[in-house]
């Protein structure tokens, strides 16, 4: 005879949706000898309900329609693992089985909910409880069993760990307001389909010559979407819970080559008690564009002490060759004696303080009338000619390669100033070095360019592109750090990072390390890491954290040279793991480009601390 369906302890059948149960019931649970109910034998994680027959002799009821998933998370009693109380009186004791929790949750997933059941666990000497889901627990499983666990849980809500990943990505409009508003319409779509498949098994029975007339149930409401202040919430516990891990990998960031810059923009999104508190944020990148270190200071002069003192502490620590240049955008030099910002950073006394060129540049444009002018372009062109020269081996070996490309398409022989032509500023940058020109010979360049436009620099209309006197007093005072803006000796400012095959010919592609540029792409995506305009102080070094430990690994992986990996993570710990788990079964690493960060250990200078 079949065995009869048992019933649901506790308070599951408060808990369990009305139409899963029966087949949790039947799936879980038998009356036992002494008619109570137990766990049935061979269980496992997940559980799927049955699906809806293919025909229905009979008037079909709703249950199988609409019925959930249940995740059944009970490490203890399914992987038989040992679990020690934390207590420190106790000594190590083990946790034994305490029987099922007595509620089940609802998880919300990319389209529908689930159900989650767990077990509880209870120290016999301190009889202490706790439920295999809290932190206490899974921080003591390994970490591919932890990782089965892939929920978030809040007080009143449970979140999928699928929907975050949804949040992790840092770009424009990929908010929370965005992602409620998705999984609203995946959970809409897969409800009314359940609804159109329910409904149209119904409708055969409308017109059937029975007796009476059929009965139909109506189907369960769609289940509540929660808010996105609680996928804020949820996003920043996900974060919370890896976060040692984030700022080890942070911190195990070095460089040779560093880059200092600031910017005000980002503070602006500051609210609650810290706003106002903070009017720059301060960030240091190395030569593959990633951040070091990224700080938000009241302002630029001894709020950036600890920060300093924080990385010389790092790479001394870290047993690492101190950097040989920095770029920042002032405090480059003085006439007499040493610059607070050299003193500041005193650590590192060889250490090549270099103003950034850009920044350079961008002063002699203030002495413009307007950078709208018809000639502004030009003259930013010929400053930067001014201060560089291309390589002639690099420059003459992509003229070959475009001479032969070009003779393969079909062109004709050309001079060497109609090829010039043909190369464009790209292929320049990404194929040819550049130095500069010396501190004499750019200071002769820029006062005959200088001199040149201030008598013969006007417009189509005679609007002279030079403010004579604003640009005279300009180049006095900046003339000074042209002998900063040069190249430092013996300083590789190139890496080759690939190759190329243009008509025949290989090119080399190389990425330049000279100056701030990448941190001001780095600051220009801040606002992207933080998404809406505003965040208190938790969310905000929260979001900016994630964020930062995203854009470095995302530097990383361009700055390799050979072929990148297809593999897209950003889960430190899971790669190491894996790692280590494939080296002992097959001798080798899966993800051989991977390093493991340094443990981190909080002595380090915070990361988006606030200084005051």
Known sequence: MPENPAELPLLWPQTV?????????????????????????????????PPPALLYHQVPGPDRFFSQSLLLWMPYRLWKVRLQCIDPACNGRQWSGGGLHRRVRQVLDIDRYYNLATETLICTGCRSSYLSWSQTILQQLDLAHRSEFRVILTRRYACDIRVIRLLRERS???????????????????????VARYTSECAAFVTSSGLLPPCFQEPPKLSTVPSYKWLLTVYSQDILNRLEDIKASITST????????????ITKKLTGPAKGTAQWLTSVGNESGQVLISVLTANEGAGLDLMAAGLVNRYQRAG???????????GCCKEVGETKLKSRFGGWP?????LDIWHFMRRLAAGCTTDAHQLYPTFMSRISSCIFEWDAGDVGLLRKAK???????GWPPLTEKELDRHLTKEELALHCRRKTRGEETTIRLLSQLIGELMSKGNDALGV????????????????????????????ALYTETGSITKGGVVLKTYRCARGSTSLESFHCHLNRFIPGNSANSLNFQVYLLEGLNRWNQDRAAAAVVKEPSPLRTYTGELVHF???????????????????????????????????
């Open 17 to 49: 949706p009305q139409q899963d149960r029966k087949w949790v019931s039947e799936a879980l649970f038998r009356v036992g000898a002494k008619g109570k109910l137990e766990l049935r034998d061979n269980l496992q994680l997940w559980y799927h309900p």
């Open 172 to 194: 424009l409009g990929n908010g929370p307001v965005r992602i409620i508003g998705q999984l609203k319409e995946n959970h809409s779509e897969e409800w009314l389909q359940r």
């Open 254 to 265: 070095y460089g040779t080559i560093l880059k200092m810059d600031s910017t005000k923009k």
């Open 320 to 330: 690492v060759d101190p950097p040989v240049v920095l770029y920042v955008d002032c």
């Open 350 to 354: 060889d250490i090549i303080v270099r």
């Open 403 to 409: 001479r032969e490309q070009l003779a393969q398409q």
């Open 464 to 491: 002279p592109l030079l403010d004579s006197v604003r640009m005279q007093h300009i180049w006095d005072v900046q003339r000074r750090h042209v002998a900063c803006i040069q190249d430092p000796p013996n300083v």
């Open 578 to 612: 894996v790692n280590d788990s494939f080296l002992k079964v097959f001798g080798k690493k899966l993800v051989t480009a991977f390093t493991p960060p340094g443990q981190y250990t909080g002595k380090d200078a915070l990361i988006t601390a606030i200084t005051f």
